[in-house]
């Protein structure tokens, strides 16, 4: 089967392949998908604020949920009243809301990917997907030296980087593999033993507890998947 012409298909002046085979999109990323990916991101952020704010409860300072959904609602507030040339813009507005309205350490450490992101593929009206590939390893990198910390210590990176190796894996978007990925790695955490962050202070008693900057990080690619379903 040929791949459909890219220059057949135009979206807002952007241009993406959507020919996909057995799970996996042929896209580049534009605007219009970041805007999306974040408004599912802030929709997903509201609806668990509780459940975030449950899970940092025992090992934290139990206002995660209602940080991230106050941040990620800024995200929305913010990036729906400009209007953006590149992937990168948004995404570097998005990395300074975040920094800036995210209390805790999240804040600087979502932040911290996202200006990454931005860094790793600006100058191009579309995202390809060894692109976006580039920019994720970029964030992973950027959020452990931000953090002082690798994977397997309890903390955001152990979403994060699992999703940087499976896309490196692959050769194209695949919705399936971001959302599976994601919720494995965030499982994962319920055993580990937390030595960054307040959570280290429990020590032993972290453990049986699912990290809740993981949980946020899921949903954050849990809505990426549903934005590439959607434009598959």
Not at 122 to 143: H, M
Request: glycine share 8%; charged share 25%.
């Amino acid at each position: 089967m040929a791949v459909p012409d890219k220059n057949d298909m135009k979206v807002n002046s952007i241009y993406f392949s959507c020919f996909s085979m057995e799970g996996e999109f042929l896209m580049e990323i534009d605007v219009q998908m970041i805007l999306d990916w974040m408004k599912k991101t802030n929709e997903k952020m509201q609806e668990n604020k509780s459940y975030l704010t449950s899970l940092d409860q025992p090992i934290g300072d139990g206002d995660h949920g209602i940080n991230m959904a106050r941040g990620f609602q800024e995200v929305e507030n913010k990036v729906t009243k400009e209007s953006y040339a590149t992937p990168s813009d948004v995404l570097k507005d998005i990395a300074m809301t975040l920094m800036s309205k995210v209390g805790g350490a999240s804040g600087p450490l979502f932040g911290t990917a996202f200006l990454k992101l931005s860094t790793a593929v600006k100058g191009s009206e579309t995202v390809s997907y060894e692109s976006f590939v580039n920019g994720i390893e970029q964030a992973v990198t950027g959020v452990k030296q931000r953090g002082k910390a690798e994977a397997g210590e309890k903390t955001m990176i152990d979403v994060w980087f699992p999703i940087s190796e499976a896309l490196r894996e692959n050769e194209a978007f695949s919705a399936d593999v971001l959302v599976d990925t994601a919720k494995q790695a965030m499982e994962n955490t319920k055993e580990m033993l937390a030595t960054k962050g307040r959570a280290a202070y429990f020590k032993e008693k972290s453990q049986g507890h699912i990290d809740p900057g993981s949980a946020s990080s899921f949903y954050l690619f849990e809505a990426l998947s549903e934005v590439l379903k959607e434009r598959a």
